[in-house]
Structure formats: structure tokens, C-alpha cells
């Protein structure tokens, strides 16, 4: 049975906890702390280093291959494609960084999009932000679900999950009856996948993004600078200012290049938006609350977390809860890129591309260590592979056994620097 959470214990959990996310070498300086960085490479701290190394040569490869590889309009279209993995992966992070798995969450994904469907068509009636609500509120339902059962009854959750998987699919197949396809007419839904702000509105909200993550970068910093806490030296946090200003405006001038055909298509779409949004939000919940911190603490070790005070029944339970609702949030996206849900939906494979992306991205399959933004790379990664080995016309097992070696490298490299930072 879980320990109720006690006030002073459970701080210093936390606080634990965040001194493991934070860098253990302090820096006055860029240099000194880039040395420090290196020390914790060879430690094993490979970061997202890996993943953006694997993108570049990825990027490269194809390129040569194709030269429409890195089109705008090719660039879109990747981004697109990759914000269903991205999404889903994220909600698979919070249950990896428990050391738990999620193998349900590619269905509960299709019963989030069954159910906005249905509510929305145009026998019920639902006003759209009506259905998405309940939608979101069924899959968080399903994961609180899975969650105590795994909790409270002690079930392994590969076990559950799986059971799971099987359980949501016969719902959406129910759901769905024996038509096999239900259609979404609703304007603003298929907007959010297929939709695009306009050229000017893209730039302000883009450049608004990035000033407000380089202001709160900049504070968040200096705060901790100030109470003598570990931070990056001053002229880091610029870097990294700079880096995200330089990427949403390389983003925006891609997304505003005429990518159409017959007639023109411009504008950043309305999906990375919510990328971003999900994102944010994430790390937010991950880094900055006591929520996240135990999260980390119970993958990192279940038992000291235990008697540090944590209640690992709720924290676990509610990390399957949001994985859940996150994966809703990944099924309203693919109902709205294809406009409709249907039984051809295969959630079986989207859980093994939402665990593979984590992964890739730099998240530990043994729990403790992984980011929201690790998701969101390993899920540019799975896309860039598909599109491009689409292009090259290779057909689809090609492109399983391609993603296959690289989790299997992720995977080795992961392993590899755990046994670094056990033996540093």
C-alpha cells in the first residue's frame, strides 16, 4: 500500500530530484561551462545530442537521394506528418519516466477521435468544442482507469495496457457499427491538421512564441543565478535565446514559402501550434512542478521516492492519466488530417511508433530520464523516415526494418550511457 505524502519528506523528494535534472558543474562562463557539459558526456549525459546528430545525417542522406527531400513544401508536409507521433509520443514519455509502458494509448487515441466524431456529426449535433472536450475527458476517464488498476491492484502495466489495447479497439469498433468509416464535416476540426494561419499572423505569433520563451529563459535563469542556485552562465542563456528565435523564424519563412500547385498554399499550420502548445505545457509539468519532480524521482528509484514521503499510487496513476489525455489529443489530430475515423485505424503499430519516437528522442526505457522534447525530436525523426524513404519509393516494410535499426541504436546508446553514468 502507498505511503500517504508527508509535507517535509515529500520537499525534500522534490527537491532531490530537481537537483538530479539540474547540471551538476556550475560555470561563470561559456567556456568553463561547455567543459563542464563535455565532463558530463563522457559521464554518459549524451543528451539530445544524438537525435540531432541522427536528424542532420538523415537530412543529408535523402537529400542526396532527392533533391525535394528539403523543399518548403516537402518541410511542411513532414512537420505535419510527424505531429500525430509527436503528440502521442509525449503522452508515452510520462509513463517511461516512471519505468512503466503504455501499449494502449495508440487506441485510446482512436476512441478520442471516434467520440469527437460521433458527437459532431450531424444526427447529434454537438457543437464542436463540445465533442473535443468530451473526447479528452473520455481518454483521461481511460488512463485513470488503467492507471489505478495497475496501482492499486499491483498488475504490471505492460499487462494492463496490453489488455487494454485490445479492450479500446473492440470500443472504437463498436462505436464506429458496421459502417467502417465516419465522415467529419466540421469546418474548424479539419482545420486544426489541414488548416494554415495567414503569412502575417504566422510571424507574429511565431515571434511571440520565441520572445516569450527567451523571457522567461532569460528570469528563470537569472533567479537561479541570483539564489545561488546551478545555472548556465548568462552568455548561454543568450545562445539558447537566439537558437529559438532563429528557429521560429527559419520555421516561418518555410512555412510562408508558396508550397501549392495549382493554386497558392502559404501560412504556418494550425497542428504545430498545438505541437507547441502540448509541448510547453508538458515541459512546464515535467520541470517545473513537484508533480514532474516526483515522476522523476519514482523512475529514478521507486523505493527511496517511497520512503521519502511520495504517494506513488496517485503520481503513478495520474502519469497514465495524462498519457491518456495527451494520446486524445493525438487522435483529434489524425481524425482531422484524414477528415474522418474508420476501422482501418491501426493503433497497434502508432504505440510501437509513439514508444520508438520517445526513445529515439533520447527518453530511457528504464525510467528516470527523458524530456517532452525528446518526444518531439524522435517524432521529426520516424517522420523524416517515412517521408523520405516514401519518396524514394521504398515500400512500407523497407520502412519498418529502417526504423526498427534505429531504435535498436537508440536503444544500445541508451543502455551504453547508463552503464557510463554507473561506472562515472
Not at 220 to 239: E, F, M, N
Not at 340 to 366: E, P, Q, R
Not at 379 to 406: H, R
Request: include cysteine; charge should be positive.
Amino acid at each position: 500500500m502507498a505511503m500517504t505524502e508527508k509535507p517535509g519528506r515529500g520537499k525534500d523528494a522534490a527537491r532531490q530530484a530537481e537537483l538530479a535534472l539540474t547540471p551538476d558543474i556550475a560555470a561563470g562562463s561559456l567556456g568553463g561551462y561547455l567543459k563542464g557539459a563535455y565532463a558530463r558526456f563522457r559521464g554518459g549525459e549524451s543528451g539530445v545530442l544524438p537525435v540531432v546528430g541522427g536528424l542532420l545525417l538523415i537530412s543529408i542522406l535523402f537529400q542526396s537521394l532527392n533533391s525535394n527531400f528539403l523543399s518548403p513544401g516537402n518541410m511542411v508536409n513532414l512537420l505535419v506528418q510527424g505531429s500525430f507521433f509527436m503528440l502521442l509520443a509525449m503522452g508515452e514519455v510520462y509513463v517511461l519516466l516512471l519505468g512503466e509502458i503504455d501499449l494502449s494509448i495508440g487506441y485510446v487515441a482512436g476512441v478520442g477521435g471516434v467520440i469527437m466524431a460521433e458527437l459532431v456529426k450531424q444526427a447529434t449535433g454537438w457543437p464542436w468544442w463540445g465533442a473535443i472536450l468530451v473526447a479528452l475527458a473520455s481518454c483521461a476517464a481511460i488512463g485513470a482507469l488503467q492507471g489505478t488498476i495497475i496501482t492499486r491492484l499491483g498488475l504490471p502495466s505492460f499487462v494492463v495496457t496490453l489488455a487494454g489495447q485490445l479492450a479500446w479497439l473492440a470500443f472504437m469498433l463498436f462505436l464506429l457499427g458496421t459502417g467502417g468509416a465516419l465522415p467529419i464535416n466540421v469546418q474548424i476540426i479539419n482545420s486544426i491538421a489541414s488548416g494554415n494561419l495567414s503569412p502575417l499572423l504566422g510571424w507574429v505569433v511565431m515571434l511571440a512564441i520565441a520572445v516569450a520563451f527567451g523571457s522567461w529563459t532569460w528570469f528563470r535563469d537569472a533567479r537561479r543565478r541570483k539564489s545561488g542556485l546551478v545555472a548556465p552562465p548568462p552568455s548561454l542563456s543568450l545562445v539558447k535565446i537566439a537558437i529559438a528565435i532563429a528557429a521560429a523564424v527559419a520555421v516561418v519563412w518555410v512555412c510562408n514559402t508558396d508550397r501549392g500547385n495549382l493554386v497558392p498554399i502559404r501560412g504556418v499550420p494550425w497542428v504545430l501550434l498545438v505541437v507547441l502548445a502540448v509541448l510547453a505545457a508538458s515541459t512546464l509539468v515535467l520541470n517545473r512542478t513537484q508533480f514532474g519532480r516526483y515522476i522523476y524521482a519514482i523512475g529514478g528509484n521507486r523505493e527511496a521516492a517511497r520512503r521519502a514521503g511520495v504517494g506513488l499510487a496517485t503520481i503513478r496513476t495520474a502519469a497514465f492519466t495524462l498519457a491518456s489525455f495527451t494520446a486524445g489529443i493525438a487522435g483529434i489530430v489524425y481524425a482531422s488530417r484524414l477528415r474522418s475515423v474508420s476501422t482501418a485505424f491501426d493503433g497497434g503499430t502508432m504505440v510501437l511508433y509513439a514508444v520508438a519516437a520517445a526513445v529515439i528522442g533520447g527518453t530511457s526505457l528504464f525510467g528516470g530520464r527523458g524530456k517532452a522534447l525528446h518526444a518531439v525530436l524522435g517524432g521529426l525523426v520516424i517522420a523524416a523516415i517515412d517521408n523520405g524513404m516514401g519518396l524514394q519509393g521504398y515500400s512500407a516494410p523497407a520502412k519498418f526494418a529502417v526504423t526498427a535499426l534505429v531504435l535498436l541504436a537508440a536503444v544500445t546508446i541508451d543502455a551504453v550511457a547508463r552503464r557510463g553514468r554507473r561506472t562515472s
